[in-house]
């Protein structure tokens, strides 16, 4: 039990000290709840004396009033500082977590690790926060307030102190037995909560090819035996505790009995007064409430402490380098220098080597599957290369650190993903401080704020999670948006113009050529019109780089990229036969 507490209290950081303040509030408490045996003990002192003074009344209802008034008070003040500690203590947790996802390879978030991670920011520091420092706390407090009893004990007759004492002991132990049958199952409860999430994200990312393809039924399957798993474990857990959350009140009320059985014996052959028999009669209903209490909150002790062992193994996962320095380059060349790269063991870089001058742009084409969007992936450090180095402006990207080298540098890809906020705010993503006048600029070079403006709230709509309120077209306009915004001086554009809709197509490629301007541009396309214009057109087959040269260059090569022009122009030149115009 000592070892749990230790964790929990590391794992409460910066928030120690509410934890600290609860448990001297919670030390107050017990002391205040003791003065009612004080009031107990003049009321019972002035009987016995035969003395029925009014001030005697006025005296112990005094004492009581101070205990109830100084309970209410220090119990409020405990809760709330333990409350605050519990959120707080999450809450830096998450952001933690945040923060290291950022500098995390791409290569991380698989479905399993997206799953896991789910669980640990949903579910798992929930566990934490509703439970850690309550079970610290009240348990604790619990303890403090039977120690404070049993001293009070003590001082009317060290005989019955004893029995408060094996009362005691005798709790500590079966809370031992209890924490040693929770060691196996709490972490199984941690593991079912974790595939819950897993399906249930996956569900909701998969509904699309579910429903298409009528898997409905097998989805729900899939979902309601993780619920049932979810379910069993967690009634599992609660069959476990209860024969010992049963076992540690029966010691307690056996205990209790103790205590008046003995005091009756003492008092009985007069060895103990009056006074102080009914005392500890008073005292055996009393003693042992608040450690009932701290049994039931033992109970969930393993399952906070199995969710923060979860919660720290987020400290374990690999991160890239981090060792640069913020660099400010005097260029913007992005150069690779024989570089390899491998998803595990399937290679898909193998010693590629190019340069994209600033200010000039690169196509990049080939079939799906050579690595064109992972080339681009690589200059951004979504991963790190294997062999060889990427350079931006003469430095290896290794050598800055994740934020520098994303200030020279604005993606645009194929797959947009919006946040639910305001539209306005999705396009300031990469720049904050922008003005609106700014924003509705930007909007307007991407073609996009005559479709914002049909918008409910026009700039301050607020959009679904993913953007899903609006089309592929509308979502790929705003991520342009947002990169002219940005204005950084290096632009990766991939399949950029993929999901624009044919009358907007023309207006979104001039707006394209404008953020083009004075930039060192990187783009993965397979349309004619986005390609032709580069001052170099990369050819990527196989992880090799097979061709290069401008459009004239390469159209009269044999090779991919004559393949790829012809089949382009003849997609071009289809039509629909008898179609009414």
Known sequence: MIGAFKKIWDFAGKEQKNIKISIVLALLHSIFYALQFAAVFVILQALTAGNSDISTAFIALGIMAASITGRIILNTFSQLKRVHAGYFM????????????????????????LGQMTAITTTTLT??????????????????????????????????????????????????????????????????????????????????????????????????????????KNLSIEKQMTPYQMFQQIILNLFAVAIMAVTAALYLNGAMELTNAIMMFVAAFMVFEQMKSAGISIATLRIAEASIDKANETDSVPVMDEGGRAVDPENHDVVFENVDFAYGERKILDNVSFTAKERTATAIVGPSGSGKTTMCSLIARFWDVNGGRITVGGEDVRSYTLDSLMKNISMVFQNVYLFSDTVENNIKFGRPDASHDEVVEAAKKACCHDFIMQLPDGYDTVLEEGGASLSGGERQRISIARAILKNAPIIILDEATANVDPENEDRLQSAIEALMKDKTIIMIAHRLKTVRKADQILVLDGGHIVQRGTHDELSVQEGIYRRFVTEREQAESWHIAGAAV
């Open 90 to 113: 999450v809450a830096n947790k998450r952001i933690s977590i945040g923060d290291k996802l950022r500098v995390v390879p791409m290569g991380y978030f698989n479905k399993n690790n």
């Open 127 to 232: 566990d934490v926060e509703n439970t850690a420092p309550v079970v610290l706390v009240t348990v604790l407090g619990g303890f403090i307030n039977s120690v404070v009893f049993a001293i009070s004990v003590f001082i009317f007759d060290w005989r019955i102190g004893l029995v408060v004492l094996a009362g005691m002991a005798a709790f500590l132990w079966t809370t031992s037995l209890q924490e040693k049958r929770s060691r196996k199952g709490a972490p199984e409860r941690q593991r079912s909560q974790e595939k819950l999430v897993e399906k249930v994200l996956e569900t909701i990312q998969g509904i699309s090819v579910i429903k298409s393809f009528h898997l409905g039924e097998k989805a729900d399957k899939r979902v309601s035996e993780a619920i049932n798993e979810s379910c069993e």
